[in-house]
């Protein structure tokens, strides 16, 4: 199993662009979500998905849209890049034990992309 | 909203001296997980709790969930410098919200 991979592993762009960080995963896991890492700021939540069809929004969304066709694919959209959206992106898979909730196991994370937006 | 304090945020300490990390959250749960990070890498899952009392050990680090205190310690007996990372605990929100929300993390330096 490859895990968790996103790409690209690097990004530049200019303020105003728009692009689609990539993330896949091969463990048939329902849970996926995107993160962003700033310094001194810990992880924070962008946006989730319960399973495929199924999105919600997480602690920091704005600027950003995803959508989940299929259970492999979870990809994150810069709509219009901002300079205050240069970050680390991660993602992550989780199984998803029950339908009431919880996990009984950790999330899974990629190995990051990391963003520049001039 | 689910907040989560980690503390200290930074720690520099001695080899072969025992420390603890605290991890407090504001609202209910029972289940916490601490991942570490080295320098310029992705999260590697350390810990996994899901009960009130959980406790866990791995080599020199143990963990552990107190959910009446809503507080999580993560214990490091006899650090080595190869324990020196970030460290970061994440609380799941309950109440169907399917949140895991991160603290800013812990980020440990061990002076040989």
């Known amino acids: 199993n490859a895990g968790v991979t996103q790409t690209p592993k690097f990004q530049v762009l200019k303020t105003g662009q728009s692009m689609t960080l990539q993330c896949a995963q091969d463990m048939n896991h329902e849970y996926m979500s995107w993160y962003r890492q700033d310094p001194g700021m810990g992880l924070r939540l962008i946006h989730y998905s319960v399973g495929a069809g199924i999105t919600d929004q997480g602690e920091v969304p704005n600027g950003y849209n995803v959508s989940r066709s299929t259970t492999e694919d979870f990809p994150l959209r810069l709509l219009s890049a901002a300079p205050s959206q240069t970050s680390v992106y991660f993602c992550?898979?989780?199984?998803?034990?029950?339908?009431?909730?919880?996990?009984?196991?950790?999330?899974?994370f990629g190995p990051g992309t990391r963003l520049t937006v001039l | 909203e689910l907040k989560v304090e980690q503390n200290p945020l930074f720690l520099s300490m001695q080899e072969g001296k025992n420390y603890t990390i605290y991890c407090n959250y504001s609202?209910?749960?029972?289940?916490l997980y601490w991942y570490r990070q080295d320098p310029g890498k992705s999260l590697e899952s350390l810990f996994v709790?899901?009960?009130?009392?959980a406790v866990k050990q791995e080599g020199r680090l143990m963990a552990s969930l107190d959910t009446k205190a809503r507080l999580s310690t993560l214990h490091i007996t006899a650090a080595v410098h190869d324990l020196s990372a970030t460290y970061f605990c994440a609380v799941e929100v309950m109440n169907r919200d399917d949140k895991i929300i991160f603290g800013k993390g812990t980020r440990l330096h061990i002076l040989p």
């Open positions: 609202t209910t749960s029972d289940r």
């Open positions: 709790l899901l009960s009130n009392g």
């Open positions: 992550a898979s989780s199984p998803r034990i029950s339908t009431s909730g919880g996990f009984s196991d950790t999330q899974y």
